[in-house]
C-alpha cells in the first residue's frame, strides 16, 4: 500500500500550491482521502478530508475558503488546491486513506511520505 504526496515547494505569502496525493488502484478504490500537516515542533493536524465519490469533504477553519480538496478516480489521485497562503500554512504535508472522510488522524490506515511547504513571508 503506496501513498505518494507530491507538489509542495517554496512560495511566498499570497502565492498558490497544488499538492497531488497518488496511489495504487487498489488502496485507492473505495477510499476516503484526508490531508494533514505538521509544522516543527507541533502535532499533526487534520486539513482536508475528502471522500470516494468526491461529494464530501471536510476542511479545518484555518483553511476554510482558501484550500479546495479534489479527486480524479480515473487518475486515483487526489489534489488539495491552496490560495492565499500565509506563513503559518508553513509545514509538512501529508496524506492518508481511509475508510471515511473524518478528521481524526487515526482513522486513516495508511498514510504517504509528506511533501514540505513552506511559505515566506
Known amino acids: 500500500v503506496q501513498l505518494q504526496a507530491s507538489g509542495g515547494g517554496l512560495v511566498q505569502a499570497g502565492g498558490s500550491l497544488r499538492l497531488s496525493c497518488a496511489a495504487s488502484e487498489r488502496t485507492f478504490s473505495g477510499t476516503s482521502v484526508g490531508w494533514f500537516r505538521q509544522a516543527p515542533g507541533q502535532e499533526r493536524k487534520f486539513v482536508a478530508a475528502?471522500?470516494?465519490?468526491?461529494?464530501?469533504?471536510l476542511y479545518a477553519n484555518s483553511v476554510k475558503d482558501r484550500f479546495t480538496v479534489s479527486r480524479d478516480n480515473a487518475k486515483n489521485t487526489v489534489y488539495l488546491q491552496m490560495n492565499s497562503l500565509k506563513p503559518e500554512d508553513t509545514a509538512v504535508y501529508y496524506c492518508?486513506?481511509?475508510?471515511?472522510?473524518?478528521?481524526?488522524?487515526?482513522?486513516?490506515?495508511?498514510w504517504g511520505q509528506g511533501t514540505q511547504v513552506t511559505v515566506s513571508s
Open positions: 492518508a486513506a481511509g475508510t471515511t472522510a473524518q478528521t481524526a488522524a487515526n482513522a486513516y490506515a495508511y
Open positions: 475528502v471522500s470516494w465519490s468526491g461529494g464530501a469533504t
